[in-house]
């Protein structure tokens, strides 16, 4: 067994580390505060190859594992975690649904331009009445005359605003329950599709989220992915992956913290020295700094064997329960290591706090992630 990343590995770590804290670091907290989606960062991110990491140079992707992904990853959310999440969305979800099962014409269509960064991806699965229950689609596709007609909408969408490329499912056959919902590519030039309600968030407020809506929309036949009734499926191997990079994530806003609260306490006097010496807040330390290395162990694992097309349902879904909660609990001992400091903007605890939550939420909450392992567990 080899624990460690490579030398390749970890020269992508340090530059992704190098420009997030050079390029991102400095805008954090004003984005944060305006929800300011960074758009502007896009050229940038696609210079270095973040908006196709995984994905063959074919299509102008930087041909990487999930290794890489996962580093990149946690490197983006150690510093913000709006950023991290962005590129995961991106990623994993939006482009990687086209390339793991769009036909070569779809592919060649719409992936070149998502991973030259020329647009954002979207990604819709979540309803007003369908968010763990995912099998519950009300969105619906009606096949006529050659194109299918969409009628629906999809809520709390990263890049739903800005991104011109957006793959959604919707029901193709009610009698059929999960076995009848089907994906489809949509794009901003398909009239009846359009962007709706930006959301007010707690946290990662810099990363876009919104609502997409489909009003008769005519969406061609030749952008069903797959066959009809494949979309439900679909989409459960590709939180498979997704899982990976929100536990990746998670680490990384984890570790963000954890080094504030270590920072912090070699800074602040108390009772005439750094709080620091004092054993409280040494076995603090010791929990979040143990719980971190546990978190990216577990995720490693799980990136390790997606890159070796190994099952990866059971790993990614315990990375990502382990790490979000991990990044929870860190990110509030942080928050009580900086004490009344850690809940104003003067400090960057809260922020790493607020940001965390959405870890156990997004791709699946916790409680979602239990079932996933337990069925996993089960199976005989």
């Known amino acids: ?13 340090y530059s992704i580390r190098e420009f997030a804290e050079s390029e991102v670091a ?6 944060d505060e305006s929800q300011h989606f960074f758009d502007e960062l896009r050229p940038q991110l696609a210079e270095l190859g973040l908006l196709g990491i995984i994905f063959p140079e074919e299509f102008g992707g930087s041909e990487m594992g999930y290794i890489e992904y996962a580093t990149i990853i946690e490197e983006l959310g150690r510093v913000c975690g709006s950023v991290g999440l962005s590129v995961a969305a991106h990623n994993s979800l939006c482009s990687n649904h086209i390339f793991m099962f769009g036909s070569d014409d779809q592919k060649k269509k719409y992936l070149p331009p998502l991973l030259h960064g020329e647009t954002w991806g979207a990604w819709g699965l979540t309803e007003a009445q369908a968010g763990s229950d995912a099998s519950g689609t009300r969105t619906t596709a009606v096949r006529e005359n050659g194109h299918y007609v969409v009628n629906g909408s999809k809520n709390f969408i ?11 499912v919707a029901v193709t056959d009610k009698e ?9 590519i949509f794009d901003k030039s398909m009239e009846g599709f359009r962007s709706d309600h930006k959301e007010n968030k707690l946290g990662m407020r810099a990363s876009e989220t919104a609502s997409v809506v489909f ?15 494949e979309g439900f499926l679909q989409a459960m191997k590709i939180l498979d ?12 806003i984890a570790q963000g913290a954890y080094e504030a609260a270590v920072k912090y306490a070699k800074e602040r006097q108390q009772f005439g020295r750094p709080i620091s010496e004092f054993q409280a807040i040494q076995f603090k330390l010791a929990d979040m700094a143990t719980q971190i290395e546990a978190a990216r ?3 490693l694992q799980a990136a390790y064997l997606k890159d070796n097309d190994k099952r990866v349902t059971k790993q990614s879904a315990m990375a990502k329960l382990y790490a979000s ?37 997004g791709e699946g909450t916790s409680e979602i992630q239990r079932l996933v392992i337990a069925k996993q567990l089960l199976r005989s």
């Not at 080899?2 to 770590?13: D, R, Y």
């Not at 009003?215 to 009734?229: A, K, M, S």
């Not at 992956?241 to 990384?252: D, E, N, P, Q």
């Open 1 to 13: 067994m080899n624990f460690e990343l490579n030398e390749e590995q970890e020269q992508i770590k």
């Open 26 to 31: 400095p805008n954090v907290m004003e984005w």
């Open 158 to 168: 990263t890049h739903a605003i800005t991104g011109d490329t957006c793959v959604a």
């Open 176 to 184: 059929k329950g999960n076995k009848g919902i089907s994906a489809f």
């Open 215 to 229: 009003e008769d929309c005519h969406v061609p036949t030749g952008n069903l992915l797959g066959n009809e009734g």
């Open 241 to 252: 992956g997704g899982r990976i990079s929100i536990a990746a994530l998670s680490v990384g």
């Open 297 to 299: 162990l577990l995720t």
């Open 325 to 361: 909660e991990v990044a929870v609990k860190v990110s509030e001992e942080s928050v009580q290591i900086h004490g009344g400091y850690g809940y104003t903007k003067d400090y960057p605890a809260e922020k790493y706090w607020r940001d965390s939550k959405l870890c156990t939420i």
